[in-house]
DNA sequence: GACATTATCATATAGACAGCATGTC
DNA sequence: CTATATGATAATGTC
């Protein structure tokens, strides 16, 4: 189908056109035979790089009103809103936590891209631009499988359906087996393609051969080296690119590191930008593999480092890139060979096989259109039998797509989100609402009924709910809803800020101390070695700590992971250098980063909840009824520290 | 006795969403 | 309380 023959104003065929796109992909063809241009639901599930974003763009200007791009990652936000920002006469709004349109004039704009976390936040606050979408993408629906952020989606999808209820909705899906339930559950017509526009075998390496999906074969036969850089080395011979994941952020700056001595391409330019004030040992040592036309990819990476690393390969100036899963998921970085050194990864619970759908995310990189003849992706065989990993990778149909609704944490949140914002004001109403949620579909509502009530006695105990009368969120459980923490960081902090409130020394220790020991707060690794000298800190600043640290009731271990990121932070806030601070307590510049900007988040999320606690009837948990309780001063240190930490980030 | 090889043991383990109030595409 | 690779240190082996 030719793109002249779509029912689009010819401002946006010329757009099209002048992009280099011409006719449709078969994927796309079949998106709009389902009718996505005529207002249709659609789930559309097919690979990565096969043309989403354009189903996404016809559905979204065909609409007849404003329309709304849901993504993962905030990352892909800023990408679909560049990408969405060149179509002519359009008006796009981005909406995520970091970046953030004001809330008023998000409504002015024909499309909003944002997070499902903050359509979600958006809904509970009453948004007023919410209702007057008519069209919504999803986009990777099936993260709806996710532990922790599935659920997310699907009540915010299941919200939004009850708020507009005639609205069009299009779904982007990886190929998983069972689009057609996702489908069946939205009420939408599924279209199912497996269609690439560049050739992609995959395959396994072992012994010095990798065999293909088509039956090829590619003989690498490894002298010293490890097979991994021996791959490596072939398709850079060949003028490709090499993209390899490992399992851990170690894993990938000691490959860069081994693979940059082969100096497979000179990049000093490269070198020479991240090599400008890298301090750290991360920093320095991207920039040292830089230089010979290698990189790594992980967390642990200043923001700015990431992207000029994404920007170079991109632009071909890196010949390689050693990257944990990070890239499989985020931006668009394609390679000619995608490596999958490692497919087994550590989760708390010993070293368990990748999902089928993360391996096959990662190939999915392999292949960049227009600029490779074809891509070709592989598992690499170490110590394993190499059958047995084909078998489970190659050619199968990824997992099932699984609700993850039924979980506590998920639920308690859910609920008193569900009912602060007036979706339901009683059990029959929380329970229809849970009705129409992807995991009802898929299971039964019934299934939720014990842990519904599990949770509404927890939410009942720390004063955010009232039972006697219906179903109605306190103020305070509003509050929490509308911070946007969980209901557990809630109960702590006002437990914490009653006990804070009656002690002499409140300092900025403390109030990170306050918001570091929720459950919304990142854990920091503490070692062994580490330990002794957390406790001995904390016993020498017991003072300041709102838990009892000589008789320490629950876990003290646990607890000095607090301490850790506290007392780190505390130091970040002093003025103590990105270096130093890794030398210290061995945490990477990224993470300093992201750290930061959770607590700092916490910490305005705390202070809502001491004006409320210094103004309102104080609830019946922890301390606070007595004369001694105060808690102005607890919350200037909020703001105080908060502030620091804002002035912290500017350096 | 100097040094190489091997046994033992400790260590560390992917990622990343949200509020609010201002002015940045 | 799960598993594996790595790096440091100790123990053993070799010339």
């Known amino acids: 189908m030719d793109v002249r023959d779509l029912s689009l104003a010819p401002k946006y065929i010329e757009h099209f056109e002048t992009q280099g796109i011409e006719s449709l992909y ?54 679909k809103y560049d990408t969405f920002a060149e179509l002519p006469d359009v008006s796009v709004g981005i909406a995520t936590g970091d970046y ?22 958006a809904i509970r606050n009453g948004a007023n631009w919410v209702e007057a979408i008519a069209c919504v993408v999803v986009d990777e629906v099936h993260l709806l499988n996710a532990h922790g952020r599935g659920p997310t989606l699907e009540i915010t999808l299941a919200k939004l359906r009850r708020l507009v209820p005639d609205q069009q909705l299009v779904a982007l899906s990886a190929t998983v087996g069972n689009a057609a339930e996702i489908a069946d559950w939205l009420d939408a017509e599924l279209v199912r393609s497996t269609w690439r526009p560049i050739d992609l075998r995959t395959g396994v390496y072992d ?64 070198a020479a930008e991240i090599g400008t004030g890298a301090t750290t040992s991360t920093g320095q040592a991207l920039a040292e593999a830089a230089d010979g036309g290698v990189a790594f990819h992980h967390a642990g990476l200043r923001p700015e480092h990431r992207s000029i690393v994404e920007r170079a390969f991109r632009e071909r100036d890196l010949a390689v890139l050693c990257a944990t899963p990070t890239l499989a998921a985020g931006v668009n970085v394609p390679a000619r060979r995608v490596i999958v050194r490692d497919h087994e990864r550590f989760t708390g619970d010993g070293y368990e096989p990748l999902p089928i ?20 992706a592989m598992l690499v065989a170490t110590g394993v039998d ?36 007036g979706f339901a004001g009683d059990r029959a109403e929380l329970d229809a609402l849970l009705a129409s949620t992807f995991f009802a579909h898929q299971r039964d509502a019934a299934e939720l009924t014990d842990l519904v009530d599990e949770v509404l006695s927890y939410l009942d105990a720390t004063g955010m709910i009232r039972r006697d009368d219906g179903l ?17 960081t809630g109960a702590a902090v006002v437990e914490a800020l009653g006990t804070a409130a009656t002690m002499d020394r409140v300092t900025t220790l403390t109030v990170l ?23 001995e800190f904390a016993m020498r ?62 910490l305005s999320a705390t202070e809502v909840i001491a004006e409320h606690l210094l103004t309102g009837p104080t609830p019946g948990i922890g301390a606070g009824q007595d004369s001694e309780t105060e808690y102005e001063p607890v919350l200037e240190r909020l703001r105080e520290t908060r502030q620091a930490l804002l002035d912290a980030a500017d350096d």
């Open 26 to 79: 078969p994927p796309q063809e079949a998106a709009v035979e389902a009718g996505i241009t005529r207002g249709e639901r659609v789930v559309a599930a097919m690979p990565t790089a096969s043309g989403k974003t354009l189903v996404a763009q016809l559905a979204m200007l065909s609409a007849d009103g404003p329309a709304l791009y849901v993504v993962p990652l905030r990352a892909l936000a800023t990408e």
């Open 100 to 121: 953030d349109a004001d809330d008023e004039s998000l409504d002015e704009h024909d499309i909003i891209v944002a997070t499902s976390e903050k359509v979600d936040s």
């Open 207 to 270: 012994d010095g051969e990798v065999t293909f999906d088509d039956g090829t074969t590619l003989s690498i036969v490894p002298g010293d080296e490890p097979p991994t850089t021996a791959l490596v080395a072939d398709t850079i011979d060949d003028g490709g690119q090499a993209l390899v994941f490992v399992n851990s952020r170690r894993e990938a700056e000691t490959l860069a590191q081994s693979l940059g001595v082969h100096g497979f391409r000179q990049a000093p330019d490269v």
């Open 357 to 376: 759908l993360e391996v096959h995310q990662m190939f999915g990189r392999a292949g960049r259109p227009g600029l490779d003849p074809y891509g070709e």
């Open 386 to 421: 190499a059958d047995a990993l084909c078998e489970q990778y190659i050619g199968t149909e990824p997992e099932r797509v699984e609700s993850k609704l039924d979980s506590r944490e998920a639920l308690r949140t859910h609920v008193l989100a569900t009912l602060a914002g």
């Open 472 to 488: 109605v969120a306190t103020d305070l459980g509003r509050l929490v809803s509308r911070v946007y923490v969980d209901p557990l």
């Open 513 to 535: 101390e306050i918001v570091c020991d929720t459950e919304d707060m990142s854990t920091q690794y503490v070692r062994t070695e580490e330990a002794g000298r957390l406790s």
């Open 541 to 602: 600043n017991a003072d300041q700590f709102t838990k009892p640290v000589h008789d320490f009731e629950g876990n003290f271990q646990s607890w000095l992971a607090t301490v850790k990121t506290a007392r780190l932070l505390d130091d970040w806030i002093a003025g103590v250098g990105l270096p130093e601070l890794d030398e210290r307590y061995g945490v990477a510049p990224g993470d300093i980063r992201r750290l930061a900007e959770r607590a700092e988040w916490l």
